[in-house]
């Protein structure tokens, strides 16, 4: 039994990719932190432009959620024309990448009213990134529950209720006001 394995830092890159495997999204994780050291493959845009596209090239037809290519896992997951990546080790729990993936994708669904297309999170890349940003960290999944994630980003709803204010309510708390002040005084 291998105990090699015993760190918090799971996730190694994070990727959306549209139907014709161009980048919509890509994050990388590394940190300097991380108990292997920094990065040494994936580093140039080159890399990694050529790293998505073979991914892709693999992964472009629906049917599976997980592969193991160029030595990492990937579990990913087809929304309409995009396609969400999760990217691991290849000593990785892929029950635990695949539930941030799942927990990442339905938060993404329920704050975009499942118009999860690549118009609509390039859109709004702000709320898709507050929820990569509320489930991955550094690398470190840190929540898999997709509604707390959506719950987390969305943005506040402005109070639809009005408030109505004419005569009436100004004289109604006239009223209100000189009926506790005749309390106060009669008090004293």
């Known amino acids: 039994m291998s105990l090699s394995n015993l760190s918090l830092y799971s996730v190694n890159a994070f990727l959306i990719l549209d139907s014709e495997g161009h980048r919509v999204l890509a ?24 790293f998505e596209k073979g991914l892709w090239q693999k992964t472009k037809k629906p049917g599976g959620d997980i592969i193991l290519y160029d030595g990492r896992l990937a579990v990913y997951r087809h929304s309409l024309d995009i396609i969400y990546y999760v990217i691991g080790g ?3 729990n892929e ?3 695949y539930s941030a993936l799942t927990a990442f994708s339905d938060a993404v669904h329920m704050l975009l009213r499942n118009q999860v297309e690549k118009r609509a999170v390039l859109e709004n890349l702000d709320l898709v990134l507050l929820c ?12 898999t529950d997709s509604t707390t994630i959506a719950s987390r980003v969305s943005r506040p709803r402005a109070d639809t209720t009005e ?5 009436q309510t100004i ?10 002040v005749q309390q106060r005084i009669q008090q004293l």
Request: glycine share 4%.
């Open 163 to 167: 408030i109505v204010i004419n005569e």
């Open 171 to 180: 004289m109604s708390a006239y009223q209100t006001v000189r009926e506790r």
């Open 132 to 143: 990569l940003d509320e489930t991955i960290d550094d690398g470190i999944i840190v929540e």
């Open 27 to 50: 994050k990388y994780y590394r940190p300097k932190s991380h108990p292997q050291g920094e990065p040494k493959d994936l580093l140039t845009l080159k890399d990694q432009r050529a």
């Open 95 to 97: 029950l635990m990448l």
């Open 90 to 92: 290849p000593s990785e």
